[in-house]
């Protein structure tokens, strides 16, 4: 178990992090900030060919949603979820997700992946079916937890998509940081502390990925049908439609991924301990109104507990510490027996105008902008700074492209351009020592098309889709299915080869053996499973 970390120890463990590109660079080992890995999840919402929500059951073909690694489902049945393996070159983690996709569409028949973070073709609640995992106690908590989340929150909540990017700091750079800083602490809880202290700094300028990443301006009016009094807070784009003329990701507004019902969550990201006991007593924790919708009702089981969070997973954080946790343990538990593995970055919409929502220049930025973090000082976090952090984030969500927008950077207003030109000047050596003496200088370049989007926000993916909805005269519905129209045609044009398509085959035809061996073992009641599950301390 990583040590207890006592924040004077923790805080002059970072204290000289702003002097450690100095530092490798003095000592010749600045390279060992390459190769970090770099592991890629992508959400997309199936579509029938009528342009509505897909009613299916997640394609057979494509292996079990329960047990297949790199092909399964989030929280809607039609919401499917594509992983590659970490990579050491983003080249090769964006090859993989592109082979992904490639078997994916020999195997949707007419139907296709909606290009777009925020969902259109919802015909009511009921359109949108919760994932099903088979008839074992594990298969049977992840659809009762989506049961949970519908009672709390709503169904269309859980057709949004989105990309999460998961990066490891290179194994080899943490003894040698390690030792620059002179620390008391064990190399685990070096590396703890650091991955929090990336965390951080990314939660006090994460708003800069919604400027340059945000792509929904607009929402599918069906959206609000079971919120109809949130229409108001949004102008009509069209008879369809509603956005905001200034809006970069409304995905990670209050009305996306942002709940209200956890705003009130003071979660610790001061230490791996604070952490995890933080989190642990949102889950502990009786709340009111989800006590008074009952566990088990009339003996169906509507939620998993009538607590702040069922589980870790639905706190709606914008990057989470991760380990990979064993069969049936808790994510606080492993994070607490083995530390931090890698980050998970939550904030990236779909790119609707990329075939893949993705692509090099982004994945090469996002790398170099984590890494920075990880570089920079970065102070403990007070509870006022978590409301500035969230208020500004919320600003950018809502009208990131409105000129002269003022954000609160160290308790005093500045514009977001300027705070985004020092963002990515601040970027320049990192994107240097990555790009690792490469005569393309990809990820300087990466940069540089970054710092176009700051001078001009017309040219981000926000602003282009209002401008294309705009010059073709079509609703928000129509232009997102026509993309996705067309990445369908590009990827049914582009097969496999096939050995990728049999290697697939054959992991598709292993998930369903494994699922199968795993329903065919007996099991607890299900309230006893639920009951040791939980019982496992994260203390």
């Not at 015909?123 to 949970?148: D, L, P, Q, T």
């Not at 609707?352 to 692509?359: R, V």
């Not at 978590?386 to 500004?392: E, V």
């Not at 129209?485 to 998930?511: C, G, L, V, W």
Request: hydrophobic share 35%.
């Amino acid at each position: 178990m990583p040590e207890t970390l006592d924040y004077r120890v923790f805080a002059h463990a970072m204290t000289h992090f702003k002097d450690t590109l100095a530092k490798l660079r003095d000592n010749g080992h600045q390279q060992l900030l390459c190769g970090g890995l770099k592991g890629i999840e992508k959400e997309s919402l199936r579509l029938g060919k009528d342009g509505l929500i897909a009613k299916t059951n997640h394609p057979y073909s494509l292996g079990s949603a329960l047990t297949h690694p790199y092909i399964t489902t989030d929280y809607s049945e039609a919401l499917i979820e594509l992983i590659t393996p970490p990579f050491s070159d983003i080249i090769d983690t964006l090859d993989y997700l592109h082979n992904i996709h490639q078997f994916v569409y020999q195997h949707l028949d007419d139907e296709i992946l909606l290009a777009a973070s925020m969902p259109c073709g919802i015909n009511g609640e009921e359109s949108i079916r919760i994932a099903e995992y088979g008839s074992s106690n594990i298969g049977r908590m992840k659809h009762v937890y989506r049961h949970g989340l519908w009672h709390r929150y709503g169904r269309t909540m859980q057709a949004i998509a989105g990309i999460h990017f998961n990066y490891s700091v290179p194994e080899t750079l943490w003894p040698e940081l390690h030792q620059l800083d002179n620390s008391p602490l064990s190399l685990e809880a070096f590396t703890a502390a650091g991955y929090f202290s990336l965390i951080r700094n990314f939660q006090r300028i994460g708003w800069l990925i919604l400027y340059l990443f945000g792509a929904s301006p607009a929402i599918c009016k069906s959206f609000f049908n079971s919120r109809p009094e949130l229409r108001a807070q949004f102008e009509e784009f069209d008879s369809h439609t509603l956005y905001h003329p200034y809006a970069t990701s409304l995905r990670m507004s209050d009305i996306g991924y942002k709940s209200k019902n956890q705003a009130n969550l003071r979660i610790d990201y001061n230490s791996l301990s604070g952490y995890v006991s933080s989190l642990c007593s949102a889950i502990t924790t009786p709340y009111p109104d989800y006590q008074k919708m009952g566990v088990v009702v009339d003996g169906e089981y509507r939620q998993l507990n009538g607590n702040i969070l069922q589980i870790e997973n639905e706190f709606y954080s914008t990057i989470r510490p991760k380990q990979i946790a064993e069969s049936c343990e808790r994510p606080t538990v492993a994070l607490r027996r083995r530390g931090v593995r890698y980050i998970e970055m939550r904030s990236l919409d779909l790119d609707l105008f990329q075939p893949m929502g993705i692509d090099e220049h982004k994945a090469r930025f996002i790398e170099a902008l984590l890494l920075n973090c990880l570089l920079t000082d970065s102070p403990a976090l007070s509870d006022l700074d978590h409301q500035i952090n969230n208020a500004n984030q919320l600003a950018v969500a809502h009208a990131g492209r409105k000129p002269g927008l003022m954000l609160d950077k160290h308790h005093q207003t500045v514009l977001l351009q300027d705070w985004a030109h020092d963002i990515l000047a601040s970027m320049q050596p990192v994107c240097a020592i990555l790009d690792n003496n490469q005569a393309d200088r990809p990820y300087s370049r990466a940069l540089e098309a970054q710092q176009q989007l700051v001078a001009n926000p017309d040219l981000t993916a926000s602003a282009r889709m209002l401008a294309g909805m705009g010059q073709q005269a079509l609703p928000f519905a129509r232009f997102a299915q026509d993309k996705s129209a067309e990445h369908a045609r590009y990827f049914r044009s582009n097969k496999p080869d096939a050995i990728r398509s049999m290697q697939f085959t054959e992991m598709a035809q292993q998930s369903h053996a494994k699922q199968a061996e795993i329903e065919s073992k007996p099991q607890l009641p299900f309230d006893e499973f639920l009951h040791r599950y939980f019982s496992q301390t994260c203390h």
